[in-house]
């Protein structure tokens, strides 16, 4: 199989540029610059889920859709990643529609500052593959039902603006669920009024320009959070949480847990003859401590402080 680079050539990409290698990718009839099938498995080992073609993990739909039914909170999910994965969120953003969440599979889009002899040289290659390019539609013509493309624009907003209204509506229509840009966005208002939410760093009136397409469903840095395909991406005004695959069972069970023992702690307040010592963090009583690791475990109203 033809390269997309000349052997040598070592493209600059954030955190992973050195291990990552071009393959025939499907859903664009083109090679682009990502992760062999073999490299995405072997860097997201850990994946108790089934993949999509070329590795990328993917989480089901139905626990995608449990975790929207269940409407959790970025600070609610941040306790089920463990402490060394210290670098998974990220805040500061701007949004589109103020209090909508969003839910779905890192899809994550890799961009650099352009430059002419680059450019030029990754153009040559694709077209002897007969493609037309690496720009925004073609990442955005890749998206799947579920996915939520999550974009490096390096934080460049003039010139850096991913979508407008009308491909920001293909997103929206192709995926069900929204983009996040570390960089621009425009035509804001007519965004607005399709339903979709998006997670931006500014605007700018004017299309992307300048910036080259580097990396597709690879490693990328937003801000302070490393996120990697896959990933189970959260967003709400507080910021984004990219969740390894492997937590996403923990996740939804210490939720669960975690609002039981607020719905019992507030409750046994509700009745007024306890001390906030004698409830919070766990109950003193003994019995009363039972009764709550019961109710937990099971969630059945019955155990509810009398």
Do not use: C, H
């Not at 009839?29 to 993917?58: C, D, H, V, W």
């Not at 720009?135 to 996915?147: E, G, S």
């Not at 998006?198 to 996120?227: D, E, H, Q």
Request: aromatic share 12%; glycine share 10%.
């Amino acid at each position: 199989m033809e390269k997309l680079f000349k052997p040598g050539y070592k493209p600059m990409l954030i955190l992973f540029g050195l291990f990552a290698a071009p393959f025939f990718t499907p859903q664009a009839n083109a090679q682009l610059y990502n992760f062999t099938e073999e490299q995405m498995i072997s860097f997201t080992a850990k994946n108790p889920y089934s993949r999509f073609p070329g590795g990328r993990p993917m989480i089901p739909a139905a626990i995608l859709d449990t975790i929207r039914k269940m409407d959790i909170q970025v600070v609610e999910a941040i306790g089920s990643i463990p402490r060394e994965y210290a670098n998974q969120y990220e805040d500061g953003w701007k949004s589109i529609i103020p209090g909508k969440k969003l839910v779905g599979r890192a899809f994550t889009v890799q961009f650099m500052p352009s430059r002419p002899d680059l450019v030029a040289g990754m153009q040559s290659e694709a077209d002897k593959n007969n493609f037309t390019g690496l720009n925004n539609r073609t990442t955005i013509d890749m998206l799947q039902k579920d996915d939520l493309v999550i974009v490096d624009l390096y934080g460049k907003v003039q010139g850096g603006t991913y979508v407008g209204d009308k491909l920001s509506y293909y997103i929206w229509k192709t995926t069900g669920t929204g983009l996040i840009v570390d960089g621009g966005i425009y035509l804001t208002e007519n965004i607005s009024q399709s339903g979709m939410q998006a997670f931006y760093r500014g605007t700018y009136p004017g299309p992307l320009s300048n910036a080259t397409v580097s990396g597709i469903n690879v490693p990328i840095r937003i801000g302070k959070a490393v996120i990697m395909p896959g990933d189970l991406v959260i967003g709400d005004q507080d910021g984004i949480l990219a969740i390894p695959p492997q937590f996403v069972p923990k996740l939804i069970y210490t939720v669960t847990r975690d609002r039981r023992r607020d719905v019992w702690m507030k409750k046994a307040f509700d009745l007024q003859k306890y001390k906030s010592s004698d409830i919070y963090g766990r109950p003193r009583d003994p019995a009363l401590l039972k009764q709550y690791e019961s109710y937990l475990d099971s969630g059945d109203p019955a155990l509810l402080p009398k």
